[in-house]
Nanobody, 123 residues
Framework: QVQLVESGGGLVQAGGSLRLSCAASGSLVEIGVLGWYRQVPGKQRERVAHITSDGSTDYADSVKGRFTISGDFAKNTEYLQMNSLKPEDTAVYSC?????????????????WGQGTQVTVSS
């Protein structure tokens, strides 16, 4: 069974910083992509950032220059450093991973998601 668990959310004032972490566990063989999405109730889920195992990164325009994604693919963990936070960054942030794993003796692949962590930025 593959599991992703986030930590690091909370309440912060505008202009402040938070660092989110996500750890993947289970019968993992290889992780190809690590990333973050966020969602506000009533709005469409938004991709925030992702990083590939070769180190390539990509960010949503709304967070470029403020957020930094990093990943330790050997330890199956990823981080999202969020600086200069704005009230509009308030959302539930979920990590995801595209990975390969073993189950019942077979090699499988898929995308898995964490439960999400709340980030609230006050004005």
């Amino acid at each position: 069974q593959v599991q992703l668990v986030e930590s690091g959310g909370g309440l912060v004032q505008a202009g402040g910083s938070l660092r989110l972490s996500c750890a993947a566990s289970g019968s993992l063989v290889e992780i190809g992509v690590l990333g973050w999405y966020r969602q506000v109730p009533g709005k469409q889920r938004e991709r925030v950032a992702h990083i590939t195992s070769d180190g390539s990164t990509d960010y949503a325009d709304s967070v470029k220059g403020r957020f930094t994604i990093s990943g330790d693919f050997a330890k199956n963990t990823e981080y999202l450093q969020m600086n200069s936070l704005k009230p509009e960054d308030t959302a539930v942030y979920s990590c995801y991973a595209v990975l390969r794993y073993t189950r019942d003796g077979s090699l499988r692949s898929g995308a898995y998601w964490g439960q999400g962590t709340q980030v609230t930025v006050s004005s």
